[in-house]
């Protein structure tokens, strides 16, 4: 029996909604041993802007291998909305690794901590099955975009989400990557979207996706911004409690985790 593109589109679309509610659970009680959560026993590690560079690769070089065979490949309206996601992951995969491997290398900073290889695998592996979809949806399972009456609408709705997200997460990552050249161990962050949260980066970052969940109009637009949730709440809620307990009174009390106002 032949295993059609259509049938490993549709288990892959499976498998994405089905890892959610225990990444959400298991990231509850157990956080990914990088950055503020750094510790022993999870095997070798590399240098983070190398993990950065490499788990986050494929978004970009299968992207680039999927979209020229998908049956929407030269529309225009297939590679206009496709930007958006290549935007995001150029800059998660080249230039913030690059600002890292800066922040190491001025001031003879050098990072406090490896990256965990079986980290960088699993993060590889997400990022094989979300490029897959999120390119393969776009470049050749939508609905023929000709017949889409609502197309510039939702895209410009999202668009517009989406940016205000991407300025978010690059202004709060840049933040952080600056108090890394500074040294001398973590700081507080200060000013901008740090006054409301304590990870604004992540708080873009969900944002990004819910734009593009509105852009795409999608199941798989919308079961990454569900599993982003799933992933980056947790981590924003533990590095919450990381500051709260590393700080004391020194830390605004008034700043929720990742979502302004709420929680």
């Known amino acids: 029996m032949v295993f059609s593109d259509q049938s490993l589109f549709h288990y892959a679309l499976l498998t994405f909604f089905l890892i959610g509610p225990p990444t959400f659970i298991s990231l509850r009680f157990l956080q990914a041993p990088y950055g503020k959560h750094n510790r022993p ?3 070798p590690t590399i240098f983070p802007p190398l993990a950065w560079f490499l788990m986050e690769s494929p978004t970009l070089w299968l992207t680039l291998l999927l979209f020229p065979i998908g049956q ?10 496709m930007s958006p996601f290549l935007i995001h992951y150029f ?8 600002r890292l491997y800066l922040s190491t290398t001025q001031r003879n900073n050098k990072p406090a901590s490896g990256f965990p290889v079986s980290v960088a695998l699993m993060a590889f592996g997400f990022n094989l099955l979300n490029a897959y979809l999120q390119v393969r949806w776009v470049s050749h399972y939508k609905e023929n975009y000709q017949s889409d009456g609502w197309f510039w609408w939702k895209f410009l709705a999202g668009v517009l989400v989406f940016l205000l997200g991407m300025w978010i997460n690059v202004w709060s990552d840049g933040v952080l990557v600056g108090l890394k050249r500074e040294g001398g161990g973590y700081k507080v962050p200060r ?3 740090f006054e409301l949260v304590s990870c604004p980066n992540y708080f873009g970052e969900i944002v990004e996706w819910l734009g593009w969940s509105l852009m795409t109009w999608s199941c798989v637009g919308f079961g990454f911004f569900l599993y982003t949730c ?3 709440i947790p981590r924003a809620l533990a590095n919450h409690k990381w500051y709260l307990d590393k700080f004391g009174e020194d830390y605004p009390r008034s700043r929720k985790a990742v979502i302004p106002f709420l929680y």
């Open 41 to 43: 026993g999870w095997g």
């Open 72 to 81: 929407h490949a030269t529309n225009s309206k297939a590679l206009i909305l």
């Open 191 to 193: 000013g901008g979207c």
């Open 91 to 98: 800059n998660r995969t080249c230039l913030y690794p690059l």
């Open 230 to 232: 799933a992933n980056l």
